[in-house]
């Protein structure tokens, strides 16, 4: 389930932080909160899954889409003239819950931002979208990184592999699939999963918990995909994101129309 969520700025102030994909992870986090404190916090702190060892927060969210703003790089703030923007964020829920969900973002006024720097925004619209037509072959155009990490043995910290190398494509496929044999209960997967990429990868990365002394920088990659899975597999990576830290904003894309008339 996608929701096209439409922000009004309330307030004149304009400058953003440049990572803001946390901040908006902690907004939704806290509308959940507000409205079913056990869901949100079985969110947060478990997600959803039926292996106590592989869990997973089924949802995502889109990156800010707010024209051209002016970009302040010595500062990291983006400073946006526009009134109005536009936010898109996915769960990977049943049907019956839609409209609940739908409910919870109505009307919501919020700050979005650090101590410094931020914007004050009220929710004027929520629209839920229509899924796209589903195959067992789609393509795909990343909007925010596809993260796959590595912890080597012996490293303290994990290496954030980009496409060219070896364990990329394995690990990749690997997670999806436990992705989504740990949320189904009757989830099988009787068919190879492939995975192919489609032209050149950029590397892209954000700070998660900008801040705090918790701050880390992840990094991924941005590129076209062709994905061969099952269609309840294609499914769930179009509602729930295709890469670790989904619920932190990596992994959100969209179908390549232009790749699928081809």
Known sequence: ???????????????????????????????LKQADKDFASFLHEKGYGLSDTKLYK???????????????????????????????????????????????????????????????????????????????TMHYRLQTPWVVSYKPEGRKYAQYLKPNEPMFNTLSVKHLKEK???TRKDGTIETPIVLKLCGPSKRSGFLVKSGTNKETRVVGNIFDFELQAPIELQKMLWNAGVSEKSSSGFGWCEVNNKQMDN
């Open 58 to 136: 089924l949802f995502c969210f889109s990156r800010l889409d707010f024209g051209k703003p002016k970009m302040w790089k010595e500062r990291k703030l983006f400073e946006i003239k526009e009134q109005e923007i536009t936010l898109q964020i996915s769960f990977d829920v049943s049907e019956a819950a839609t409209h609940f969900i739908k409910g919870l973002f109505m009307s919501q006024e919020f700050y979005l931002g650090d101590r410094f720097n931020g914007i004050d925004f009220k929710v004027t619209s929520v629209e839920a979208l229509a899924e796209p037509e589903f195959s067992e």
């Open 1 to 31: 389930m996608r929701l096209k969520i439409t922000l009004n700025r309330t307030s004149r102030q304009r400058m953003l932080p440049m990572d803001y994909q946390y901040l908006i992870s902690a907004w939704i986090y806290k509308v």
């Open 180 to 182: 989504f044999l740990n």
